[in-house]
């Protein structure tokens, strides 16, 4: 990172088109939806989505999408907290960008009164599996849209 401190910011009309304009590096496109897709989804889905810039002093370097409180395949009983979506700007990768955001999200899932933040990642040569791995998440066995999934256990270590 540099040497300013990173920080999460909401999508405004100031920033939208900032965050728009991210791009993966092409080897990484077919492995999460563009940032305008993302930004619509969270228009439909309303109150469950936490769309949020990552920015670096005042540039855009990312973007992240978290759910919050959500109801796992339906059922009422199983609620989940995770990210949603996380594209870093090729320009901006390898910095802590993404390490940064995926902690600012567990923040705020540990704040709303979760345990557990949750993710889910496409396998594949070049993929995210390593990064989220690193993290401390552990696959789950299951699967979600064709997607593995994994858990952080957000409790407070003893």
Known sequence: MTSSTPRLTPVTSDNFDAVCAIRLHPHQEHFVSPVLKSLAEAYVHGPLAWPRAIVDGDE???FVMAFLD????????DRRS???R??????????GYGRFAVRAVAEEV???GGSHLYVTWHAGERGPEPFYLGLGFRTTGELSGGQRVGVLDLAPSK
């Open 82 to 84: 995770g990210l949603w």
């Open 70 to 77: 959500h109801p796992w395949n339906g059922d009422p009983a």
């Open 86 to 95: 996380l594209n870093i700007s090729a320009d901006h990768q390898g910095k």
């Open 60 to 62: 855009v370097v990312g």
């Open 110 to 112: 540990r704040r709303s």
